[in-house]
């Protein structure tokens, strides 16, 4: 793993740290069909609301699930830029086994620096007691792990997904922002310990944001001082007009 910059180490973990291509995310609101622009491997695919959860953003959100069809965390591994173990030594970061089995969904692009990216997540589990499955989202680069968020609180009220018992609800995580360079933003759910309970997660309103062009230089354009005499100008005549204003009686 080449290293662990912005995560934090509690139960809902901080995103991303300091990475144009590809220069965006294609798809990122999942409303186009099929998943469009996205590879998977496992179990995704797009959901409405009839599953019990609003998408955060349009019609559609993508909806991934560890359980039946899921792949091995090695196949993970492989599909997303990490290296063989990564998942494993990610959940040991988090007081969690080495995950079963999962499913992810992922993109590569091209960033320039200073370029920042937020997502939605809801974490979904069948879990009772918690702190087994997981959700990430993470960006990898060519040396491995970049940044990513982590999820496996159950804290979400009613309407829970259905399938599932328990979700963490939505909510938005980031901001990462980028160093130039180009990256696989990936997404994954993972059953921990074994396949007794499925695991799942949300995913919806991912916003890629260009890095913001840097201030034109602060020196006063001929334009600028020519409106300045002119307000000086009008200041002056302001001044005569008052002197002129016959004193009512
Ligand atoms: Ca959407
Ligand atoms: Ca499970």
Redesign the pocket.
């Known amino acids: 793993m080449k290293s662990l910059k912005c995560f934090a180490a509690a139960g809902i973990a901080v995103l991303f740290a300091a990475g144009s291509a590809q220069a965006a995310i294609v798809n990122p609101s999942f409303e186009t069909p099929g998943l469009a622009g996205w590879s998977t491997v496992g179990m995704a695919v797009a959901a409405d609301g009839t599953i019990g959860v609003s998408p955060t953003d349009g019609t559609f959100q993508a909806l991934l699930i560890?359980g039946a069809g899921s792949v091995s965390p090695a196949v993970i591994e492989s599909a997303v830029g990490l290296f063989p173990g990564d998942l494993a030594s990610l959940n040991s970061l988090f007081g969690l086994a080495a995950p079963f089995e999962g499913s992810a969904i992922y993109q590569t692009f091209t960033a320039a620096a200073g370029d920042s990216v937020t997502v939605d997540l809801d974490f979904l589990?069948?879990?009772l007691l918690g702190g087994?499955?997981v959700a990430y989202a993470l960006l990898t680069d060519s040396g491995g792990f970049f940044a990513g968020f982590a999820s496996f609180g159950m804290s979400g009220g009613a309407p829970v997904p259905s399938g599932f018992t328990a979700h963490s609800g939505y909510s938005t995580n980031g901001s990462v922002t980028l160093a130039a360079g180009t990256y696989t933003l990936s997404f994954i759910a993972l059953?921990?310990?074994?396949?007794?309970?499925?695991?799942g997660m949300l995913i919806d309103n991912i916003v890629y944001t260009p890095a913001a062009p840097p201030p034109p230089p602060a020196v006063p354009e001929p334009g600028s001082m020519a409106l300045a005499l002119v307000g000086l100008a009008g200041l002056g005549l302001r001044r005569l007009r008052q002197r002129r204003q016959p004193i009512a009686s």
């Open positions: 560890a589990t069948n879990e087994i499955d059953d921990g310990v074994d396949d007794a309970a499925d695991a």
